[in-house]
């Protein structure tokens, strides 16, 4: 394969690990033998040439907690970390379900978990308001080589003036929208990447498209998935809830938002949106590859995974694009998230998770080691050229104009309310409210919920 654009280096192993099935918790050590001899030593040969990783560790195993673990065979910047350091990653797999009540327990025991990820989004600011997690600052210079071209996106996540999110990268694999190539052709409609690629691609288009194929009495069904409000609303580039100069703000009175939500309330009124009550309440998926349905809005970990698992789900003419561009914006915005994770209060070994850190940069920033990271992580996949670049391109976009909402890192209150396809704007929007009943009834809630996070009450 081509080796085009640049590299999440463990992108792959994270979303795709974040997807399946949770398991038990149990502890074990990352995997050092099951990669080539000569990728591994390649591997070690460029880190050890590479002048950025500087000095040794003395304690060389960091503790890691997580739904998901690391891979010598699909993560680079472990077998750096491996050759490079002596290092080990210990790993306790848990549920993803009760992850936090589970880190909790491993603080109050003293058990010594060093790192947890953050590209979930809801550990950050509550994680650091519960004392949860620590400040980086000590142990990660963002203004040194490896780490300056990230710095502003670590900027963002500053609380009471440090860092607690360790960004190695931001991605733009959030959201992105699957379609069928077949399905686009049989029915006559123009290819999404196509429009995209001419700068049409935009609400109108996709809502056109939409309309002039969704007929539910036919069995041919618009939009599914559990991400499409949320990922809708980032492309206004406004967050229902932000972090400005380290604090919360409630942005759900802004005119973008009541854009977006309209504008979603319109894809409801108008049959687009599947409609899952006629399926046990499960999304389908499988109607993609099955010519039924025509947008899937999903993170791209859908496709990280076997050629022959998410083909035969969603077709041998899969494809996608980022989310539409609000025609009123400023940018095209897309959502954004953290590749990254956050230091544990109570962590034995803070130098090692720096160390990791970095490994994890010189992987996105030495050429060869990043070649040979694409290799490891998407060619496994049955990925096309074309799947590459578009990838790599919603990544650009998303280092471009990164926008993060906070809405899930508030608390489970704040989450339930803007979230909730029961209680919240979800359930709202399908339910027709106007948008102005909505926000008059949670408007004063929400602030009240983030004035107590931002005077750090929990």
């Given at each position: 394969m081509k080796r085009t654009g640049?590299?999440?280096?463990?992108?792959?192993?994270?979303?795709?690990?974040?997807?399946?099935?949770?398991?038990?918790?149990?502890?074990?050590?990352?995997?050092?033998?099951n990669l080539d001899t000569a990728t591994r030593e390649e591997l070690a040969s460029l880190a050890a040439k590479d002048s950025r990783l500087t000095g040794e560790l003395e304690n060389k195993t960091i503790k890691w907690m997580a739904n998901w673990g690391y891979s010598a065979e699909k993560d680079p910047n472990l077998v750096v970390f491996q050759e490079r350091y002596g290092g080990t990653i210990e790993e306790t797999i848990i549920d993803w379900s009760v992850r936090y009540d589970k880190l909790?327990?491993?603080?109050?025991?003293?058990?010594?978990?060093?790192?947890?990820?953050?590209?979930?989004?809801d550990a950050f600011p509550k994680g650091a308001i519960k004392s949860m997690f620590v400040p980086v600052d000590d142990y990660i210079d963002f203004d040194s080589e490896l780490w300056k071209d990230v710095k502003k996106a670590n900027d963002i996540f500053l609380w009471n003036g440090s860092h607690y999110v360790?960004?190695?990268?931001?991605?733009?694999?959030?959201?992105?929208?699957?379609?069928?190539?077949?399905?686009?052709?049989?029915?006559?409609?123009?290819?999404?990447?196509?429009?995209?690629?001419?700068?049409?691609?935009?609400w109108d288009t996709f809502k056109k498209q939409l309309d002039d194929f969704v007929d539910p009495d036919n069995g041919l069904y618009g939009i599914d998935g559990y991400w499409t409000e949320a990922a809708l609303s980032l492309t206004t580039g406004v967050p229902y809830i932000g972090l400005e100069n380290g604090k919360l703000v409630n942005n759900l009175k802004d005119p973008a938002i009541e854009r977006v939500q309209n504008f979603m309330a319109e894809l409801h009124d108008d049959g687009c949106v599947l409609d899952k009550g006629l399926f046990d309440w499960q999304e389908k998926p499988n109607f993609i590859g099955e010519g039924k349905e025509l947008f899937y809005p999903c993170?791209?970990?859908?496709?990280?995974?076997?050629?022959?698992?998410?083909k035969k789900t969603l077709g041998?003419?899969?494809?996608?694009?980022?989310?539409?561009?609000?025609?009123?914006?400023?940018?095209?915005?897309?959502?954004?998230?953290?590749?990254?994770?956050?230091?544990?209060?109570?962590?034995?070994?803070?130098?090692?998770?720096?160390?990791?850190?970095e490994c994890k940069r010189a992987v996105l920033l030495n050429e060869g080691l990043r070649q040979l990271g694409e290799d490891m992580t998407v060619e496994s996949y049955g990925w096309t050229p074309e799947m590459v670049a578009m990838r790599d391109k919603m990544t650009e976009m998303a280092n471009e104009y990164p926008v993060f909402d906070f809405y899930v890192g508030v608390s489970n209150d704040v989450t339930s309310i803007l979230d909730s396809a029961e209680t919240g704007i979800r359930g709202t929007l399908q339910a027709g409210t106007p948008w102005s009943e909505t926000v008059a009834s949670c408007y004063d809630v929400i602030n009240t919920l983030i004035d107590d996070a931002n005077n750090g009450k929990s």
């Open positions: 640049r590299l999440f280096a463990s992108l792959a192993a994270v979303i795709l690990a974040s997807s399946l099935a949770s398991c038990d918790s149990t502890k074990q050590e990352s995997s050092k033998d909790a327990t491993a603080i109050n025991g003293d058990e010594g978990i060093d790192f947890f990820p953050a590209g979930d989004t360790i960004c190695t990268d931001v991605s733009g694999a959030n959201t992105a929208v699957f379609y069928n190539k077949k399905t686009i052709e049989e029915y006559g409609l123009e290819d999404p990447a196509e429009l995209f690629a001419k700068g049409e691609w935009t993170g791209l970990w859908a496709v990280y995974k076997p050629a022959a698992e998410w041998e003419d899969a494809f996608f694009v980022p989310m539409p561009k609000d025609p009123k914006a400023d940018h095209y915005y897309i959502p954004s998230t953290v590749e990254g994770f956050m230091m544990v209060s109570g962590g034995k070994n803070p130098e090692g998770v720096a160390k990791f850190a």
